[in-house]
Nanobody, 117 residues
Framework: QVQLVESGGGLVQAGGSLRLSCAAS????????MGWYRQAPGKQRELVAS???????HYADSVKGRFTISRDNSKNTVFLQMNSLQPEDTAVYYC???????????WGQGTQVTVSA
């Protein structure tokens, strides 16, 4: 019912920056919250940052001060600005959306972020 298209991943050196984008196929009027998760090899998928419709923000402790989540309502797109990237940030990053009145989450296809030392 909703398609999430991610972009912006890639290979960067430690200390570099990337900006991830996630465009939703439905209006933000239909979405309660969007967020970014990541999963590194051998680790569980973890919430990185989220942005709820009421302005509620959440950041994982490991990324506070380095990552920023934002959104463009007119384009139905959420962004993740990642600065001061470190090798431990290497993971597949997934966009997530929770729709109003829906009991399920929707996920993007994932985009690889690799940070070299």
């Amino acid at each position: 019912q909703v398609q999430l298209v991610e972009s912006g991943g890639g290979l960067v050196q430690a200390g570099g920056s990337l900006r991830l984008s996630c465009a939703a196929s439905v209006s933000f009027f239909s979405i309660n919250a969007m967020g970014w998760y990541r999963q590194a090899p051998g680790k569980q998928r973890e919430l990185v940052a989220s942005y709820a419709s009421g302005g509620i923000l959440h950041y994982a402790d490991s990324v506070k001060g380095r990552f920023t989540i934002s959104r463009d309502n007119s384009k139905n797109t959420v962004f993740l600005q990642m600065n001061s990237l470190q090798p431990e940030d290497t993971a597949v990053y997934y966009c997530n959306a929770v729709l109003r009145g829906s009991p399920r989450d929707y996920w993007g296809q994932g985009t690889q972020v690799t940070v070299s030392a």
